[in-house]
């Protein structure tokens, strides 16, 4: 897209991304080249500490994009910006008509309104050159747009108003967004120590609405605060609405906190103070469908999201980590200094977007703070992310990084990463990726001792690979069945499976697979009494550890071959 720098704002030089609400728009703080090179150094577990941390604002910055879907407060914060900047741009156009002799022809509504917004954007960008000239005095962009200006501060100066508690909607928006980051990234235990030099890092006081959480819910603090603020977001006041939702759940069962916010939704209470309701996104874009000039930025998503196209509703979205497994589902664009990196929208509706977003962020001057993060952050928030530039290659991070859960011996985590790779793999009907994720997920249930399941998830992984003709996967789901059957005496099943699993790795030439399929061959054959062919397996076995430099293997081997030849002598 040429020239399209002119329209992306100038970002202060510490700020890496940056979500703009009225576009829809996540913003990074540097080239793509830049970007996707952060994107091979986790590829490669080579991150600089710039990566980590340009991948944890970008997690943070998403869960606001999340809110603007699923509350009428957010949605309707950025409807009024949007219709501030299509005002002023109208405005400038109308000037200028007023200014030249009337023309003959007509326009449509559309180029009259893409004109305006053309002008708007180059006046735009000769207050950009003003700052530069004053050295990011961001402030002088108010010469040039004063009524718009003063009409910003007039919303943001209400968001950040505190109420009787000193707790302000912007005190909701961000805490929340912080304590879900955390809870996203690296799950319940020992949240509260990570919170607490989060709080520091801020450097504002965004832990107001978990001390007011605290005090009202005790130590169960954190499981109400999300899913009370996911609430309070659909009022008019949302500080005011808080503390009575907090009441509400902690009335609770320890574990219902989500589904008793579900249900006290549904009855959208009266709470005095707050306002009117204003409920989801998707209510307040139905109070606005008689306006011309609709606020229709994110259509798109709602449209999906009334027709049910998630097993989520705004509730979970905004409470529960698990959603954002699945980030693929919802579109984000991203945008870098040359432009979009993965973008349908056509020049026009993007360069309005830019346009809106470039005035925003050049005034309102949003708050941000700076995050220190571990490893494990890394490792969780990038295929999340890459799940909206290349859905499979997310899938295989998470299995990968499920496989790392499982060494490391956390089940628990390794299933939640590789069921998010098995719905992504799911959902673009990749059957070679579900035969794989199936199979993984056999071995986190024979990790947990629950080997009922883990049979059937090799069954299902054996049927799909044999339905694609993945011999490697074949063999790995026959051999791991077969030795399943094994340790229940299903040993005629067994044995067929591991034989099956052997001439498939013998034609791929895997002889580590070769080896475990002839000891557990020699394992049945040794149940059977038939020692002549236990001996013979076994021996194949330790030639073949010995041979990929596996000594230690092949030594035990050896050592069951002595036992077969006692038993051999006692028989």
């Known amino acids: ?17 940056q979500f703009e609400a009225t576009s829809g728009l996540m913003f990074l703080n540097m080239d793509s080249e830049a970007f996707m090179q ?161 709080w520091d890092a801020t450097g504002e006081t965004y832990r107001r609405a978990f001390d ?36 509400s759940l902690h009335a609770s069962v320890p574990g219902e906190e989500i589904s008793v916010a579900r249900a006290t939704a549904a009855k959208t209470p009266r709470i005095p103070g707050a306002g009117k309701y204003l409920g ?28 049910h196209a998630w097993d989520f509703d705004e509730i979970e979205l905004l409470s529960n980590p698990g959603p954002a497994q699945r980030m693929g589902s919802f579109a984000v664009v991203m945008v870098v200094k040359e432009g979009p990196i993965r973008s349908n929208l056509s020049m026009e509706s993007l360069v309005r977007r830019l346009v809106c977003s470039s005035l925003v962020l050049r005034t309102a001057k949003l708050p941000r703070y700076r995050r220190d993060v571990e490893k494990r952050l890394v490792e969780r928030i990038h295929p999340i992310i890459g799940t909206l530039v290349d859905p499979l290659a997310a899938a295989d991070e998470y299995n990968l990084l499920g496989l790392q859960y499982l060494d490391e011996g956390d089940p628990d985590q390794a299933e939640l990463m590789m069921n998010s790779a098995l719905s992504i793999y799911e959902s673009h009907q990749f059957k070679q990726g579900i035969a794989r994720e199936k199979y993984n997920l056999g071995l986190v249930y024979v990790a947990r001792n629950k080997h009922h399941r883990a049979q059937e998830l090799y069954r299902e992984s054996l049927a799909i690979s044999e339905e694609i003709q993945d011999a490697q996967l074949i063999a790995q789901a026959s051999a791991n069945l077969g030795h399943e059957y094994m340790q229940v005496h299903r040993l005629e099943e067994a044995d067929t499976l591991i034989r099956k699993a052997l001439a498939l790795e013998e034609s791929l030439g895997l002889k580590e697979g070769m080896a475990i399929d002839c000891a557990n061959l020699g394992k049945i054959a040794f149940a059977r009494q038939e020692f002549a062919e236990a001996r013979e397996m076994l021996a194949r076995s330790a030639e073949l550890y010995r041979a990929v430099g596996n000594d230690a293997m092949a030594g035990s081997i050896e050592e069951a071959m002595t036992e077969i030849g006692r038993a051999q002598g006692q028989g």
Request: contains cysteine; negative net charge.
């Open 1 to 17: 897209m040429a020239n399209i720098s002119q329209f992306v704002p100038g970002l202060p030089f510490d700020t890496l991304a």
């Open 38 to 198: 952060a994107g091979r150094n986790f590829a490669g577990n080579t991150p600089t500490p710039e990566d980590i941390e340009l991948f944890s604002t970008i997690n943070h910055e998403t869960y606001h994009y999340l809110q603007t879907l699923a509350t009428g407060y957010q949605y309707t914060y950025a409807s009024e910006v949007w219709r501030l900047i299509v005002d002023e741009a109208n405005a400038q156009e109308q000037q200028e008509t007023n200014k030249r002799p009337k023309e003959k022809t007509k326009k449509g509504l559309e180029s009259k309104r893409l004109t305006g917004f053309q002008r708007l954007a180059n006046n735009a960008q000769q207050a950009r050159v003003w700052e530069n000239d004053a050295h990011g005095d961001l402030s002088l962009i108010a010469a040039n747009f004063p009524v718009l200006a003063r009409s910003f501060d007039q919303l943001w100066e209400k968001i950040k108003a505190p109420n009787s508690d000193g707790l302000s909607a912007l005190e909701l928006i961000e805490g929340s967004a912080i304590v879900y980051e955390h809870l996203l990234t690296h799950g319940r235990d020992e949240l509260e120590d990570r919170l607490a030099k989060a």
């Open 212 to 247: 007011i959480a605290q005090s009202v819910c005790g130590p169960r603090a954190l499981d109400m605060l999300l899913p009370a603020t996911a609430l309070a977001l659909r009022y008019e006041s949302p500080p005011e609405a808080y503390s009575f939702f907090l009441k």
């Open 280 to 307: 989801t996104a998707l209510d307040v874009r139905k109070s606005q469908s008689g306006n011309e000039g609709r606020y229709a930025v994110y259509d798109d998503v709602l449209d999906n999201w009334e027709k």
